[in-house]
């Protein structure tokens, strides 16, 4: 248990579908991020937020919304996919980068299939 | 813009002996963070050691180490006394300290097969 839950662990939807990805910590941190992880690729960074502004989109289809309330709470709004946006999406969390304990903590992902 | 470069994309060793994962990566910085993550078929991304770049000292983590060169951008982990529970995905990553956003630069990994 890292302190960092995804919620839903799996998700089956339709291209016309629109669903949402919510992840949360209560660890204090103040970065959280998105990556997507699909088989036989190596970890995509998505989106970074920083108290809950938004710092860097690694040119993200729009079809991928998030959405960052508070430092706590995280959330990828997701409409119109394609079958190739089937995933593993990985939420994650750290601290301040001056702290001495500067790691990220992730998330047990949602495996996302899109049908 | 900083890259991270695991060239071995499997590996396997015998249960009880010695294993290195390799790891390069680029950047201008002169301080940032190394991280080695595990990940084994649960999925869970998991610390495995961590080394903040102005410290010369190897970090070890129990039967975990690593070989930092920093004037070669080399970042190797060894396992000692490898345990069936070791097989998993081990990633390389970078943080830079300061500037720019926090992210977390991985490599594609390591699939890492521990034989009984």
């Known amino acids: 248990e890292t302190g960092v839950t995804q919620t839903p662990r799996h998700l089956v939807m339709g291209m016309t579908n629109k669903k949402s990805l919510k992840c949360e910590q209560h660890?204090?941190?103040?970065?959280m991020y998105w990556y997507k992880q699909s088989a036989k690729k190596p970890l995509e960074l998505m989106f970074v937020?920083?108290?809950?502004?938004?710092?860097e989109n690694n040119s993200v289809p729009s079809r991928f919304s998030p959405e960052c309330p508070n430092s706590s709470h995280l959330f990828l709004h997701l409409h119109t996919l394609q079958p190739e946006d089937s995933a593993l999406y990985l939420c994650?969390?750290?601290?301040?980068?001056?702290?001495?304990?500067?790691?990220?903590?992730f998330g047990q992902g949602t495996r996302l299939t899109v049908v | 813009a900083q890259t991270v470069t695991q060239s071995q994309p499997e590996m396997s060793v015998q249960e009880a002996e010695t294993v290195t994962l390799s790891c390069t990566y680029d950047?201008?910085?002169?301080?940032?963070?190394l991280f080695w993550y595990k990940q084994p078929p649960s999925r869970q991304m998991i610390l495995v050691i961590r080394?903040?770049?102005?410290?010369?000292q190897n970090a070890t983590e129990n039967r975990f180490s690593v070989n930092f060169q920093k004037a070669a951008k080399s970042f190797s982990l060894k396992i000692s006394d490898s345990q069936l529970g070791d097989t998993a995905m081990y990633f390389c990553?970078?943080?830079?300290?300061?500037?720019?956003?926090?992210?977390?630069?991985f490599g594609k990994g390591t699939k890492l097969t521990v034989n009984p």
């Open positions: 994650a969390s750290s601290p301040p980068r001056t702290g001495l304990n500067t790691e990220a903590f």
């Open positions: 660890l204090g941190h103040n970065a």
């Open positions: 937020y920083n108290f809950k502004e938004q710092t």
């Open positions: 950047t201008s910085e002169s301080n940032y963070y």
């Open positions: 080394q903040e770049a102005y410290k010369q």
């Open positions: 990553a970078f943080m830079r300290t300061q500037g720019g956003s926090e992210k977390l630069v």
